[in-house]
């Protein structure tokens, strides 16, 4: 007798709508790096949050205190504060290349794709290199087509989140 | 006498001459020497701030954190009283707990398994055969710091003979008084904090919780981000009712909204900020009455002045920003988020928005916090240059005035709480 598969398969990095969420993923990681924040932000659902949480475990941010925790207000605003010439800290910000790999798909369905990765950023500025290194969860909503696809939740779970941080003027 | 700093004498002045009435040397900022001395002579021998009693919740309750250079763990024992130990072992000199919060029993060192109680005593060694006749383990308790409290503050000392806190604090007292008020009816709790580093001496950030000059220029992005009433509850520049006092021993409050110093001294007029709508309608669907609503949201901003306690803690409008030095050019700053402590259908709603407004100013990522520290590691990229010249904190001082309390007042945006600050260093590190 032949048994029959009733468990779903776990997802493939192949799947086509996983590949689709790595490639937004690595989207946003280049407009990041290019400080193309307005082009970032329309990569984000209307519903959509950007957090970088401190408590490495919380899932509750509405009630802990975080580093970031966007809405879609929050995030128009904080696009006007990188690109308005203003903050000092975003005018003369360091200069960063990231890498996000080891994606892990969460979760595939035709409406959703949950992927775990891990991010290394290197921060340069006045002769200092920071390294920023963390866990990133994204929750993407696929559209239509690949480039109506969105981003509804990143969190960023940085090794050091409990720990003191530089102050920066650019986004993880 | 003022003796005048030059080129030639500044690397061979006395740290105390680089602290003139109106101007310190650049020197200050990035001499290692002068770092040393002020690890002792300052920060081993004043009142270092180190917890608010809500960190400490329960019998148990432990922080570990840093009283100048030295690693301290601040526990509260079973009958409640608060003790600051040496984050050190007694045998080996292992560090006994690198957590930054908890609840324990006592602290075991990971080396041996030496294990001391909350307030410090030796209890356990293992093998203890190989100690008869050599120890007493009455007197290996880990090494304790005075350890007193004002308004929920907790401040601790390794100098056993300076004057009790209350006396350090003096007319501070009835500052920290008004900004508890800030909880509307409820005690003030920790509700998180930021922690963030800048690549610069530790007094650059001492000056700025006292520079209101620097407001509208660094957090220009900051006020274009807020509504208007916000951006106009912070427009002090031109009022002359906005004032910095000195209250004595290197202490000054420097008041940019004055009509939010005493939040208790309410006439009923100032308009709700329309920000707040929502809460208000939270509040009012928890049945909190119209005056209690009033209060916890006049309130959300915090008080309307920065207390700034030498050497190390200010209590910042609605938060305390807490400073350590880490090397003559690396300072460790806390955020400190506070809000009500109550029942949760009143504190919840308040403490979330609270949440909200302290992420958007402060932290690594706030709309205030990152162009702060980038004028800050400004400020020693420069005063590496021309170290003869003096670095300035002259402004105001021909409009100081005494104010009927009798404390030397000039208006928020000069530079009296500096001066204030500045002249309790240079006594502290005076070699007389």
Redesign the interface.
């Known amino acids: 007798m032949t048994e029959t598969l009733t468990h779903t398969a776990a997802p493939s990095l192949t799947d086509p709508r996983v590949l689709r969420g790595i490639e937004l993923a690595w989207r946003e990681a280049d407009l990041l790096d290019r400080k193309e924040y307005e082009a970032w932000n329309a990569l984000y659902a209307e519903d959509g949050h950007y957090v970088?949480p401190?408590?490495p475990d919380t899932t509750d941010f509405?009630?802990?205190?975080?580093?970031?925790?966007d809405d879609a207000r929050?995030r128009g605003?904080?696009v006007?504060?990188m690109t308005?010439g203003?903050?000092?800290?975003?005018v003369?910000s360091a200069t960063t290349a990231r890498t996000v790999s080891r994606f892990l798909p969460v979760e595939v369905s035709d409406a959703e794709v949950v992927l775990r990765a891990s991010q290394v950023l290197v921060a340069y500025k006045?002769g200092?290199h920071d390294l920023w290194a963390g866990d990133v969860e994204y929750r993407i909503r696929l559209g239509a087509t690949a480039a109506e696809d969105l981003i509804v939740r990143k969190v960023v779970r940085l090794v050091d989140s409990?720990?003191?941080?530089?102050?920066?003027?650019f986004?993880l | 006498m003022t003796i005048e700093i030059t080129a030639s004498n500044v690397y061979d002045l006395a740290p105390a001459d680089l602290v003139q009435d109106d101007r310190v040397a650049g020197r200050m900022y990035t001499d290692p020497e002068i770092f040393e001395l002020e690890m002792t002579r300052i920060f081993e021998h004043t009142w270092i701030w180190v917890a608010h009693e809500s960190e400490l919740p329960n019998p148990g309750s432990f922080k570990s954190t840093y009283v100048g250079r030295q690693p301290v763990i601040v526990s509260r024992d079973r009958k409640g009283a608060i003790h600051t130990l040496v984050n050190r072992c007694r045998h080996r000199g292992a560090s006994l707990c690198e957590k930054r919060t908890g609840e324990a029993n006592g602290f075991t060192c990971p080396y041996h398994a030496w294990s001391y109680s909350l307030d410090g005593k030796l209890r356990g060694i293992p093998y203890p055969e190989g100690y008869e006749g050599v120890i007493d383990k009455s007197e290996l308790s880990l090494k304790r710091l005075r350890t007193e409290s004002y308004g929920g503050m907790v401040f601790a000392t390794l100098d056993e003979d300076i004057e009790p806190l209350e006396e350090f604090l003096g007319d501070v007292k009835l500052w920290i008084d008004r900004f508890m008020k800030q909880g509307g009816g409820y005690p003030i709790k920790v509700l998180g904090t930021h922690q963030f580093t800048f690549g610069g001496n530790w007094k650059i950030q001492l000056e700025n919780t006292t520079d209101g000059y620097h407001f509208p220029i660094v957090h220009r992005s900051w006020m274009a981000s807020v509504d208007a009433e916000t951006a106009d509850m912070m427009s002090f520049m031109t009022d002359p009712e906005a004032v910095t006092h000195d209250l004595g021993n290197g202490h000054s409050v420097a008041q940019m909204v004055p009509e939010h110093s005493d939040l208790d001294a309410d006439d009923g007029t100032e308009k709700l900020q329309d920000r707040f709508d929502e809460l208000i309608a939270d509040l009012r669907a928890a049945n909190l009455s119209d005056s209690a609503i009033r209060k916890v949201v006049l309130a959300m901003h915090g008080t309307g002045f920065n207390l700034n306690l030498f050497p190390n803690v200010s209590m910042s409008a609605a938060f305390f920003r807490v400073l350590r030095p880490i090397s003559v050019d690396r300072t460790v700053i806390e955020h400190v988020a506070i809000g009500p402590d109550g029942p949760d259908e009143v504190v919840g709603p308040v403490n979330r928005a609270r949440l909200r407004v302290h992420e958007h100013f402060q932290g690594p990522f706030g709309f205030g916090t990152p162009d702060d520290a980038e004028g800050w590691d400004r400020v020693q990229r420069g005063a590496q240059g021309a170290p003869e010249m003096p670095i300035l904190v002259n402004r105001g001082a021909a409009r100081e005035k005494p104010s009927p309390e009798g404390w030397t007042t000039s208006h928020v945006t000069d530079e009296t709480g500096m001066r204030a600050a500045y002249a309790q260093w240079k006594q502290m590190m005076s070699d007389d």
């Open positions: 970088i401190i408590d509405d009630n802990t205190l975080n580093m970031v925790y929050m605003m904080r006007t504060r308005e203003y903050a000092i800290a975003a003369d006045r200092r409990e720990a003191a941080v530089p102050a920066a003027g986004l």
